[in-house]
C-alpha cells in the first residue's frame, strides 16, 4: 500500500498530459476523440485519487507527505514541492476529480451543439483544453504541502474560471456580437484578485511570525504563537476570510459568482459544484489549528456565512435565468458551508461539501439540458421558417413588431417542459429536492448536520440558516412549476427536444449520487466524520444547549430536522400556491410583484448591490482613472512636462543656449578667429614673397650678418 502513494503526481499530470495531446494533436482529431483524452485525464486523476483513498484507509488514516522535488530555495528559506496525502485533501480529490469527469463526459454534447449554435465548431478542442487544465490547477490547490503551494492553484483556477467564464468574450449568453462575457470574465478575475490579496497578507504574515509557510511547521508552532501574540493568529485567520470571501463567494465579494453564468453550462456546474467556490471552504477546514485558536475569527466566520447564505437566497426568488437561480444558490449554500466551518463543525461543513457537488452539478447540468432543448427548438422553429416562400415571410416580416432575441435560458420562456423532455424533468426533480433538504436525499442529511451544530453553538446563525433554507426551498418550488408545468409560454418550449444520452446518463449517475450521498456521513455511523477525524481535531463543543436539543437519536436531533423539513415543505407548498395552481401565462408578471412591491423588485433587482458598488467604487474608480488619464497623464506629464519641460528645455538649450552662444560665439568665433589670424599671417608673409632677386640677397645678407653677430657676442 505504501507504494500507492508514490502515484499522486498523476492527479495533476494525467489532466495536464490530457490537455497537451489535445493541444498538439487535437486538429488532427474529432470531437469524440477530444472529448474522450480530456474525460480520460480526468477519469483516470479519479482513479488515482480512489487508489489513494484505498492506501490511506489500508494504513489508519495516517497523513503522508510525498516529495517531488525541490521548489524554491533562498537562503534559509526552502519550499519544496510536496504533496500532501491526508483524509482531507483525498476527500477533495475524488470530488474535484469525480464531478469534474461527469462534467467532462457532460460536456462532450453539450458543447457540440453549442458551437454549432455559436457557429465556431473550431472552438470545441480550445474548451477542453481549459477544462483539463482547470481540474489540474485545482488538483495542485488541494494537494499541496504548504500555503503557497495552495496559492499557486488558488491563482490558477482564478486564471482559469477568466478562461472559461469569457469563453465566448466576443458575444453575449444570447449569441449577440458583445462584450458582456468578456466583461463578466473581467469582473470575477478582478473581484477574486481582491480576495487573493487577503489570502497573500496572511500568507505574508504567516512568513514573518512563523518563518514557513509549510502546513506541519505553521500549524505544530500555533499554540506557542498564539500564547505569546494572540492578535497574530486572529490577523491571520481574518485576511484568510477575506480570500474565502473572494473564492468562496461570500459577502461583499460575490458578485463575480452570478455573471459566471455567462460560460458554457458545463463551466457553471465546475465552478459552482466541484472545484473553484470549493477552494475557500477548504481554506478554512485545513487551518483548522488556526481558527481552532481564534474564537473570534471563528464567529465572524460563521456570521458572514449566515449572513450570506439568507442574502443571496432572497435574490434567488426573484431571478428568472435559470442558471442566475442556481447561481445565488450557490452562494447561499456556501453560506451554509463557510458557516459551519467557521463554528468548527468542520465535518458537518465538508459533508454539505460533498453533496452540494452532487447535486448542484445535477441542477445545472440538468439546467444545460434545457437550454440546449429550447435552442433545438427555436433552431427547428427557424429552419421551418425558412423554408416559407418569399411573400409570405414579407408579409409576415412587414406585420411582426421587434422582438428582443430569444433568450433559451429564461424561465418565462419555458413552460410544460416535462412532457417534451422526460428524462431531464425527474433528473432535475431529484437535484431540487436534494437542494431542498427533503428527506431521504442527500441535502437532507448534510443541511440538518449544519443546522444541529449552529442551533447548539450559534442560536442566531441557526435562525439565519433557518430561514435561508425556507427560500431555498421556495425559490427551487418557483423553478420548478415555471419550468416543468403549466403551458409552454414560447413557441421554441413547444418544440423542445430531449438531450442526447451522453449528456443524460452522467445526470443520471449525479442523481443517484445526491439520493444516496446522504449516506456517507449517517447519524450515529459518522463515516466521513471518522474519515476526516485522522486529519481534523474534531472535539466535542462544550455548550450549554436548551433541553429540546438534548433529544437525540445517535446525533440526530429529530426536532431540529422536523422543523426543517416542515420548514421546507411549507415553503414548496407556498411555491405550489403562487405558481403550480395557476401557472404563468405568456407575457404575465410574477405573481409575486404586485403584492411585494419594492420588496420583489429588491430581490429582482439583486438588492442593487452592483449599482452601489458602481457608484460608490466603480464611477468613482474610472472617474480618478480619466483624471489620471486625462490630466496627469496626459496634460501635465506628456502635455506639460514632457513636451514643455523636457521638450522645451532640451530644445530652448540646444537652439539659444547651445545654437547661438557655445556654438556661434565659441565654437564658430574660435575657429573663425583662428582662419582670420592665418589670414593677416599669410597677408604679412606674402610682402616677403616679392619675386626680386636683390631682395632674396638682401635677405641672405642680413642673416649672415645677424648669425655672425650672434657668434661673435656669444
Aim: charged share 15%.
Amino acid at each position: 500500500m505504501e507504494n500507492l502513494f508514490s502515484l499522486v503526481p498523476l492527479i495533476v499530470f494525467l489532466p495536464v498530459l490530457g490537455l497537451l495531446v489535445n493541444i498538439i494533436f487535437g486538429g488532427r482529431m474529432g470531437e469524440k476523440a477530444i472529448g474522450a483524452v480530456a474525460s480520460a485525464a480526468s477519469g483516470l486523476a479519479f482513479v488515482t485519487s480512489v487508489l489513494l483513498g484505498v492506501a490511506l484507509w489500508q494504513t489508519g488514516g495516517e497523513a503522508r507527505v510525498v516529495p517531488f522535488a525541490e521548489w524554491i530555495r533562498i537562503g534559509s528559506l526552502d519550499i519544496p514541492w510536496n504533496f500532501c496525502v491526508d483524509t482531507l485533501s483525498v476527500t477533495m480529490m475524488l470530488v474535484v476529480s469525480g464531478v469534474g469527469t461527469l462534467i467532462h463526459i457532460y460536456a462532450i454534447g453539450y458543447m457540440h451543439e453549442d458551437v454549432r449554435f455559436k457557429n465556431d465548431p473550431g472552438r470545441f478542442r480550445r474548451f477542453f483544453v481549459f477544462l483539463n487544465l482547470f481540474i489540474a490547477m485545482m488538483m495542485i490547490l488541494v494537494s499541496g504541502d504548504s500555503y503557497l503551494m495552495l496559492f499557486v492553484g488558488w491563482e490558477g483556477v482564478g486564471l482559469c474560471s477568466f478562461l472559461l467564464i469569457g469563453f465566448w468574450y466576443e458575444m453575449d449568453t444570447l449569441g449577440r456580437p458583445s462584450w458582456a462575457n468578456s466583461n463578466a470574465a473581467k469582473k470575477a478575475f478582478i473581484t477574486n484578485r481582491i480576495g487573493d490579496f487577503g489570502f497573500l497578507i496572511a500568507g505574508l504574515l504567516m512568513f514573518w511570525h512563523f518563518g514557513s509557510v509549510q502546513f506541519g511547521q505553521v500549524f505544530g508552532m500555533a499554540e506557542e504563537i498564539a500564547a505569546a501574540q494572540p492578535g497574530v493568529i486572529l490577523a491571520i485567520t481574518l485576511f484568510m476570510l477575506v480570500g474565502v470571501a473572494g473564492k468562496s463567494a461570500q459577502i461583499p465579494l460575490y458578485v463575480w459568482l452570478p455573471d459566471a453564468m455567462a460560460g458554457p453550462t458545463p463551466v457553471s456546474a465546475l465552478i459552482h459544484a466541484a472545484t473553484m467556490v470549493t477552494a475557500g471552504v477548504y481554506l478554512v477546514a485545513r487551518s483548522w489549528p488556526l481558527y481552532s485558536l481564534a474564537p473570534d475569527a471563528q464567529y465572524i466566520v460563521a456570521m458572514v456565512g449566515a449572513v450570506t447564505a439568507l442574502f443571496a437566497a432572497t435574490i434567488a426568488v426573484g431571478q428568472y435565468d435559470i442558471k442566475k437561480v442556481l447561481a445565488y444558490s450557490t452562494i447561499s449554500q456556501l453560506g451554509f458551508m463557510v458557516a459551519a466551518v467557521g463554528m468548527g463543525a468542520f465535518a458537518a461543513g465538508m459533508f454539505h461539501l460533498v453533496t452540494h457537488a452532487f447535486f448542484k452539478a445535477l441542477l445545472f447540468l440538468s439546467a444545460g439540458s434545457v437550454i440546449l432543448g429550447l435552442e433545438r427548438g427555436h433552431h427547428h422553429l427557424s429552419h421551418h421558417e425558412g423554408h416559407k416562400g418569399h411573400e409570405e415571410k414579407h408579409e409576415e416580416v412587414r406585420r411582426a413588431e421587434p422582438v428582443e432575441a430569444f433568450d433559451p435560458g429564461d424561465m418565462r420562456n419555458m413552460g410544460g417542459l416535462r412532457k417534451r423532455m422526460p428524462v431531464t424533468f425527474w433528473l432535475n426533480i431529484v437535484g431540487t429536492l436534494a437542494l431542498a433538504g427533503i428527506f431521504p436525499f442527500a441535502g437532507f442529511w448534510s443541511k440538518d448536520e449544519i443546522l444541529l451544530d449552529a442551533a447548539k453553538l450559534h442560536p442566531e446563525v441557526y435562525i439565519l440558516l433557518a430561514i435561508a433554507a425556507f427560500f431555498t426551498a421556495f425559490y427551487m418550488g418557483r423553478q420548478i412549476w415555471m419550468v416543468w408545468f403549466g403551458e409552454p409560454r414560447h413557441a421554441a418550449a413547444e418544440h423542445a427536444e430531449e438531450s442526447p444520452k451522453v449528456i443524460t446518463v452522467p445526470l443520471m449517475v449525479l442523481a443517484g449520487l445526491s439520493v444516496l450521498g446522504g449516506a456517507l456521513n449517517l447519524p450515529g455511523i459518522h463515516t466521513l466524520g471518522r474519515w476526516l477525524g485522522h486529519t481534523i481535531e474534531l472535539a466535542e463543543h462544550e455548550v450549554h444547549a436548551a433541553a429540546w436539543l438534548q433529544i437525540s437519536w445517535g446525533g440526530f436531533n429529530p426536532l431540529v430536522a422536523g422543523i426543517s423539513t416542515v420548514v421546507a415543505l411549507l415553503a414548496i407548498y407556498f411555491s405550489w400556491l403562487i405558481y403550480g395552481r395557476k401557472p404563468l401565462a405568456a407575457g404575465q408578471k410574477d405573481p409575486l410583484k404586485k403584492p411585494l412591491g419594492f420588496l420583489f423588485t429588491g430581490m429582482e433587482r439583486k438588492w442593487f448591490v452592483d449599482e452601489i458598488y458602481s457608484t460608490l467604487f466603480l464611477k468613482p474608480y474610472a472617474a480618478v482613472s480619466r483624471f489620471l488619464a486625462d490630466v496627469i497623464d496626459w496634460r501635465f506629464w506628456h502635455d506639460w512636462f514632457h513636451d514643455r519641460v523636457i521638450a522645451g528645455t532640451y530644445n530652448w538649450l540646444s537652439r539659444v543656449a547651445l545654437d547661438r552662444v557655445v556654438d556661434a560665439r565659441g565654437i564658430d568665433a574660435f575657429f573663425n578667429g583662428l582662419g582670420e589670424l592665418t589670414k593677416r599671417a599669410s597677408a604679412s608673409l606674402r610682402r616677403l614673397q616679392n619675386g626680386f632677386v636683390r631682395s632674396y640677397a638682401l635677405a641672405v645678407l642680413l642673416g649672415v650678418v645677424a648669425i655672425l653677430g650672434y657668434l661673435l657676442i656669444k
